[in-house]
């Protein structure tokens, strides 16, 4: 595979990736998905404007204009043969290099990688279960409302839900309101309109969540997992596999009903 690192397009396999850097040794950097599909990048700009945002937040210079990125991207998936192919894309950039200790230099240089790789398996509304997690999701952080590399809570509380018999994981934050799944946003419809959680509960801003918001397709509001479980229809979206509908949350199960095929109508029309 074809990658671009650092200023070059070079195989996966001769990448030296350096053992001070930061992403590696202390989980300091931000990455990013997004689809290519049907010959064109899926919600680009709010991914690039999503990327420069935590860029900005956790103060690592990235001067990449949304152009020239594009165009980065576009020639690793050429380079790679996937040009008429699905792709999941993934930028990752990490503030690099520095010696010992966890304080922040101003002249490191960020480390910038885009790797490609083609979707084989298509989970667009295949129902899903999931399983409410243990670990609570911190509201506070950093870690929550931005797309960091820090993802050990996700990892580990999909983990769990898997050792369950679940999908997914259902994160509750400190204040025990529904939250998110472990790589995607929650939806839910109450009394005929469907409600997404406020990013102050701590949960990230996905580009469809977004997109939907800003179409007025969904509003914003807190639940908890009690009154989520009176819902008719719950369903969760990310950038790859477009929308899922949720088929169990613990013991409580819901159907596919109409506004879930709505959503997934109007989204297959944006290319996902």
């Not at 509960?201 to 800003?214: F, M, Y």
């Not at 719950?234 to 979206?237: A, D, E, G, N, S």
């Given at each position: 595979?074809?990658?671009?690192?650092?200023?070059?397009?070079?195989?996966?396999r001769k990448v030296n990736f350096s053992i001070k850097d930061r992403g590696l040794l202390l989980g300091d950097g931000v990455f990013e998905t997004i689809l290519y599909n049907r010959n064109k990048l899926i919600l680009f700009n709010l991914h690039f404007l999503r990327?420069?945002?935590?860029?900005?937040?956790?103060?690592?210079?990235?001067?990449?204009?949304?152009?020239?990125?594009?165009?980065?991207?576009?020639?690793?998936i050429k380079k790679n043969k996937l040009i008429g192919d699905r792709v999941s894309i993934r930028i990752t950039i990490t503030r690099g290099n520095s010696e010992r200790g966890i304080d922040i230099s101003p002249n490191t240089e960020p480390a910038?990688?885009?790797?490609?790789?083609?979707?084989?398996?298509?989970?667009?509304?295949?129902?899903?279960?999931?399983?409410?997690?243990?670990?609570?999701?911190n509201e506070t952080s950093i870690t929550s409302q931005h797309k960091t590399i820090n993802y050990l809570d996700n990892i580990l509380a999909k983990n769990e839900a898997k050792k369950n018999e679940y999908d997914d994981v259902l994160f509750l934050n400190s204040k025990k309101k529904a939250c998110c799944a472990s790589t995607s946003n929650l939806f839910y419809l109450e009394r005929g309109k469907i409600y997404t959680p406020p990013l102050?509960?701590?949960?990230?801003?996905?580009?469809?969540?977004?997109?939907?918001?800003?179409?007025?397709?969904?509003?914003?509001?807190?639940i908890t997992l009690n009154n989520l479980k009176n819902c008719n229809e719950?369903?969760?979206?990310n950038s790859i596999f477009g929308i899922r509908p949720v088929a169990k949350i613990g013991k409580q199960k819901f159907k596919v009903g109409q506004k879930i095929n709505e959503i997934n109508d109007f989204l297959t029309k944006l290319g996902l």
């Open positions: 595979m074809i990658v671009y690192y650092n200023g070059k397009f070079i195989d996966e990327l420069k945002n935590s860029l900005k937040k956790i103060s690592i210079k990235f001067n990449e204009n949304k152009k020239s990125l594009e165009n980065k991207i576009i020639r690793v910038f990688l885009i790797t490609v790789n083609k979707i084989v398996s298509d989970f667009k509304m295949l129902p899903v279960k999931l399983y409410v997690s243990k670990i609570l999701r102050k509960d701590g949960v990230l801003n996905g580009t469809i969540r977004e997109i939907l918001i800003s179409k007025k397709k969904v509003a914003v509001k807190s719950i369903f969760i979206t």
